[in-house]
Structure formats: structure tokens, C-alpha cells
T-cell receptor, first 114, second 111 residues
Framework: ETGVTQTPRHLVMGMTNKKSLKCEQH?????MYWYKQSAKKPLELMFV???????ENNSVPSRFSPECPNSSHLFLHLHTLQPEDSALYLC?????????????FGEGSWLTVV | GQNIDQPTEMTATEGAIVQINCTYQ??????LFWYQQHAGEAPTFLSY????GLEEKGRFSSFLSRSKGYSYLLLKELQMKDSASYLC????????????FGQGTELSVKP
């Protein structure tokens, strides 16, 4: 139990579907992140939110749309995805953005696009 | 830009010691992290180095040399449960403190 909870753990969706990934952190942190983890590739930072404000968008295609309604919740809305988007999507949080802050990860949502 | 290199795979024997190396190139180094990730699970924090030297935490130790752009994670008295992927990550202050990850080292511990 890392204090960061993601749902669903597994998701299979068609290319025309719309779905959402949900993340909740119980650590009282101010910063939340979405990372993508593909096989044999480094973790890729997608989005960073600090106090519900997006501070980084790492050239992510618009078919991924994040939402942060409060500092404890983070969503990733998915629509018209491609098969190459199949990956493990990891949510994470830290006390604040920046140096010295350890990032704590959720267990991830395995996404398969068919 | 940034570049983080670590071996893709390593194999070691139960009870032995293994050293996983990580080299990095970054314009604004501001700390190095090691994470452990078991298959299908979340990466979990192992250690953090921002100054040169060795940080020890039980069976795990992490070393940093900023002048050489080099770190290693040392695992002693290996156990089967240590089989996992070990991720090296560097924080870059020139990119808003973004954490840049290496591809990870898959460690297999054999009996």
C-alpha cells in the first residue's frame, strides 16, 4: 500500500471508445503526476499538476486529457487511442514539485487498446 | 539534454552482493533516486542521493559521484525476493525539477 490508489487496474478499450483512469492519493501531497511505462522503455512523464494547476504537459497527444479537480484526485481521460498507446499508466504524487521531493507511485493501470 | 544509462539485465546468486551502475548526463543535476519495481507492481522508493558519497539503508546502499555523473546501487545478502527491476532516476532543476528515468535494470536472483 503506497498511499496512491489507481483504478481500474486493467482496462481493454477499442480505438473509438472513451474511458478514464482514476488516481487518488491519501498522503496529503500537493503534486500529482501521470507517467507512461512501455515495455523495455524508460518511464515517460506525461503531466504534472501542482495544487490542481497543470505545470507540465510533456508533448502528449490530445487524445490524452488530464483533469485534477482537487489535490487528492487526478484523472486521465482517454479517447480515440491507438494500439501503440497500450502501456502501463502510473500515477504518482509528491509533497511538492521540485528538488528533494520523493515521488510515490500507484500500482498502475494496464491499458490495452484493440 | 539528458541521458541515463544502466545495464538492461543482471543475474546474481542468492546470498551474494550485486552492484547496479547508473551513469547520467544532465544540465541541472539536483538529486538521484533509486526505485525498485516488481513485475506488475508500483515502483517503490529505495534511496536518494544529492551529495557525493554512500547512503546505507539496511541491505541496500547507494553511492553518488557528481563529478563523474555516476551512481551505483549495492545490494547485499541477496534474497530471491530482490528479483525485480531497479530504476535510476535523476532530477533536473533546469527542467522544473522533472525526474528523468533510466530504462531500468532487470535483476534475476538465482538459488
Amino acid at each position: 500500500e503506497t498511499g496512491v490508489t489507481q483504478t481500474p487496474r486493467h482496462l481493454v478499450m477499442g480505438m473509438t471508445n472513451k474511458k478514464s483512469l482514476k488516481c487518488e492519493q491519501h498522503l496529503g501531497h500537493n503534486a500529482m503526476y501521470w507517467y507512461k511505462q512501455s515495455a523495455k522503455k524508460p518511464l515517460e512523464l506525461m503531466f504534472v499538476y501542482s495544487l490542481e494547476e497543470r505545470v507540465e504537459n510533456n508533448s502528449v497527444p490530445s487524445r490524452f486529457s488530464p483533469e485534477c479537480p482537487n489535490s487528492s484526485h487526478l484523472f486521465l481521460h482517454l479517447h480515440t487511442l491507438q494500439p501503440e498507446d497500450s502501456a502501463l499508466y502510473l500515477c504518482a504524487s509528491s509533497q511538492d514539485v521540485g528538488h528533494g521531493n520523493t515521488i510515490y507511485f500507484g500500482e498502475g493501470s494496464w491499458l490495452t487498446v484493440v | 539534454g539528458q541521458n541515463i544509462d544502466q545495464p538492461t539485465e543482471m543475474t546474481a546468486t542468492e546470498g551474494a552482493i550485486v552492484q547496479i551502475n547508473c551513469t547520467y548526463q544532465t544540465s541541472g543535476f539536483n538529486g538521484l533516486f533509486w526505485y525498485q519495481q516488481h513485475a506488475g507492481e508500483a515502483p517503490t522508493f529505495l534511496s536518494y542521493n544529492v551529495l557525493d558519497g554512500l547512503e546505507e539503508k539496511g541491505r541496500f546502499s547507494s553511492f553518488l559521484s557528481r563529478s563523474k555523473g555516476y551512481s551505483y546501487l549495492l545490494l547485499k545478502e541477496l534474497q530471491m525476493k530482490d528479483s525485480a527491476s531497479y530504476l535510476c532516476a535523476v532530477r533536473d532543476s533546469n527542467q522544473g525539477g522533472k525526474l528523468i528515468f533510466g530504462q531500468g535494470t532487470e535483476l534475476s536472483v538465482k538459488p
